[in-house]
């Protein structure tokens, strides 16, 4: 079954930490990997894609892996600020006709100050 | 930079009551999806559309909700009787073909009451 699933489920840090977002998929045939930033109330926005052959690509303080081995991601957010606050999720395309999207549930960030 | 817009932004209605949502993408976007939200969880894909026509309605519920996209430009979404489990963020996404990334609008929130 094709499925993704994200950890931890929310989170709380400190602002200034760092922290890592994890995702785990079983999508099968697989085209790419996307991770989106989700404001309450607001449409997401992409932060990066990555396809099979991309094991690392970063957009600005977000740093995202990929190991298409495992079939793991991670989105590590380096020096967080307050307007990191927000959900995450991890979203694997499937190299069908359509390129069918199969999206995580998403992890819920919280910043402090 | 271009946006999608969607309109309106918020919607109260009652119960067996007709809604429409509609969506703008940006300029050139052959793909065009709506999808339905429901808080704490991901998007879940309602249609997508290839131009003016139809390639993905297996998750719509056709008894009650229908969209097209006449022109292959903007998109209407109709909901028609309005239950209260409908009550959730409906959202608009386009993007220059299937396998690319998708730019998603605002949302439009929907209340049943």
């Known amino acids: 079954k094709n499925q993704v699933e994200q950890s931890p489920q929310s989170l709380i840090i400190l602002e200034g930490k760092n922290c890592t977002l994890q995702?785990?998929?079983?999508?099968?045939?697989?085209?790419?990997l996307r991770w989106y930033k989700q404001d309450t109330g607001r449409g997401p926005v992409s932060l990066t894609i990555?396809?099979?052959s991309e094991n690392t690509k970063s957009n600005g303080r977000y740093t995202a892996t990929l190991d298409a081995d495992t079939k793991q991601s991670s989105l590590h957010i380096t020096a967080s600020q307050l307007s990191d606050s927000a959900s995450y999720i991890c979203?694997?395309?499937?190299?069908?006709?359509?390129?069918?999207?199969?999206w995580g549930a998403g992890t819920k960030l919280i910043i402090k100050p | 930079e271009a946006e999608v817009a969607q309109s309106p932004r918020y919607k109260i209605t009652e119960k067996s009551q007709a809604v429409a949502f509609w969506c703008d993408p940006i300029?050139?976007?052959?793909?065009l999806y709506w999808y339905r939200q429901i808080l704490g969880q991901g998007p879940e894909l309602l249609v997508q559309?290839?131009?003016?026509?139809?390639?993905?309605d297996s998750q719509l519920p056709k008894d009650r909700f229908s969209a097209e996209r006449l022109k292959g430009v903007d998109s209407t979404l109709k909901i028609q009787p309005a239950e209260l489990g409908d009550s959730a963020m409906y959202l608009c996404?386009?993007?220059?073909?299937?396998?690319?990334?998708?730019?998603f609008g605002p949302g439009t929130r929907l209340t049943v009451l």
């Open positions: 996404a386009s993007s220059l073909g299937p396998s690319k990334g998708q730019f």
């Open positions: 300029s050139g976007h052959a793909t």
């Open positions: 559309f290839q131009d003016e026509s139809v390639v993905d």
């Open positions: 995702c785990n998929y079983t999508v099968s045939p697989f085209s790419n």
């Open positions: 990555m396809t099979f």
């Open positions: 979203v694997v395309s499937r190299m069908d006709s359509n390129y069918q999207l199969i």
